[in-house]
């Protein structure tokens, strides 16, 4: 592996964008109390959160729909406009932020979920799940699993009636990749109606453990995401008493990790970043998909860093974003 120094040198990131992931690192840092609770009025006023709009911009229009109010769980639907008779697909999408941070409302997931709702052609649920500390494991692969439930049993009322829940796709980024995992889990073994499950695609998923892998041992201040910020945050989503890492949750793929072999697992697009300390664990989750006899996409950037797609400016977030379409369409194409 080359050395730091060399890594270093291919991270050639535009100004603008060092400049917002310095100043969402430090906010974001500010907010983490040393006790493991989170500052959450200090994230409100740094949070900037865009509402709902019924009419279309960038031929998206928006609105927002209440789950359970009593754990203020509710998804933001975008659909494409103009409405058309063409069934499309319905991506279900999990929002990152270390199971601590951020909303469907945030503006960064409302500008992304914009641009997938835009240019896959599909119809995107973005789920505010319940963050941790507050609530702790399993509250957000419950909230995720609820929405399944939820859209199943109440597709006419709440979605268009072009979008085809035949074709069912999760997704996620960071924290949002492992939620999108564990909800696949959940969902195959439960009974949908209408509601069939083709894909799912994890953006640099959150995934860790007890070991120090190589990558978080020499990518030591990489943007985003630091070894200390990931234990923070695995403190704050494993329940109280869990103390190791290689709970299931966190190590997916290790001693603890749930048996798929024998589920109908769906694909899965698994995306890698080359100057994400995570990207060792990512790669196991992938080789451990194969190990289980399960069909997987690994897709590779190596000059970039954690959640770089989320930043417009940057030529390989739309090269993503058409990469990820061609997935959704291949699963699409199979028969069901």
């Not at 959450?40 to 927002?64: C, E, G, H, I, M």
């Not at 659909?79 to 499309?88: A, K, R, V």
């Not at 929405?147 to 709440?158: H, T």
């Not at 909800?183 to 953006?203: D, H, M, N, P």
Request: with cysteine; net charge neutral; hydrophobic share 40%.
């Amino acid at each position: 592996m080359p050395s730091m120094a060399t890594q270093r040198s291919k991270l050639n990131l535009p100004l603008k964008t060092r400049i917002f992931i310095s100043l969402l690192y430090t906010a974001t840092g500010a907010a983490c109390r040393s006790d493991g609770s989170i500052n959450r009025r200090l994230l409100r006023f740094l949070d900037y959160q865009v509402a709902p709009n019924p009419k279309p911009t960038n031929s998206v229009s928006t609105s927002d729909t209440t789950v359970d109010a009593s754990r203020n769980l509710w998804f933001r639907l975008f659909s494409p406009s103009p409405p058309s008779d063409i069934l499309l697909p319905v991506v279900v999408f999990f929002h990152g932020g270390g199971f601590t941070f951020l909303s469907p409302a945030s503006q960064a997931y409302d500008a992304v979920c914009r641009k997938f709702a835009r240019k896959f052609s599909a119809f995107v649920v973005s789920v505010n799940y319940r963050l941790a500390p507050e609530h702790t494991y399993p509250s957000q692969y419950e909230d995720g699993l609820d929405v399944l439930k939820f859209l199943n049993d109440n597709r006419d009322a709440i979605l268009p009636e072009n979008a085809d829940l035949s074709r069912c796709f999760l997704a996620g980024d960071s924290a949002g990749g492992n939620i999108a995992h564990n909800v696949a889990v959940r969902a195959c073994k439960e009974g949908f109606g209408t509601l069939k499950l083709r894909g799912i695609v994890c953006i640099q998923p959150f995934f860790g453990g007890e070991e120090r892998t190589e990558a978080e041992l020499e990518l030591v201040g990489a943007p985003l995401v630091s070894v200390p910020r990931a234990d923070f945050c695995w403190k704050a989503l494993l329940p109280k008493g869990s103390t190791n890492r290689d709970h299931p949750a966190v190590n997916v793929s290790g001693p603890n990790a749930e048996n798929i072999a024998e589920l109908d697992f769906p694909a899965t697009m698994v995306v890698v970043a080359g100057f994400d300390p995570l990207k060792d664990w990512q790669r196991r989750y992938y080789e451990w998909l194969k190990a289980s006899g399960k069909e997987a996409t690994l897709v590779e950037y190596p000059s970039m860093m954690h959640a770089f797609y989320i930043f417009p400016e940057l030529q390989e977030a739309s090269q993503l974003i058409m990469q990820i379409k061609d997935f959704i369409n291949h699963c699409c194409s199979k028969p069901s």
